[in-house]
């Protein structure tokens, strides 16, 4: 239970970032440092819950 509820936090942070990168997007002036470290959490996010995941389907 506890790894579904951390796996759906994950999700719901990975969704955040990705808002934010869309938000970000759109401004006049884009930081190109902010949006490399918005995609890098991101990216790390969906390592996490795809590990997860695979932890999840194992046991």
């Known amino acids: ?7 759906e936090a994950l999700k719901k942070k990975h969704a ?3 808002l934010e990168l869309q938000k970000e997007a759109l401004c006049v002036s884009v930081d190109s440092l902010t949006l ?5 959490t991101k990216l790390s ?3 996490e819950i795809e590990r997860l995941q695979e932890a999840q389907a194992v046991a």
């Open 1 to 7: 239970m506890a790894l579904e509820n951390r796996i």
């Open 36 to 40: 490399s470290r918005l995609k890098a």
């Open 45 to 47: 996010v969906k390592d």
């Open 16 to 18: 955040d970032i990705d």
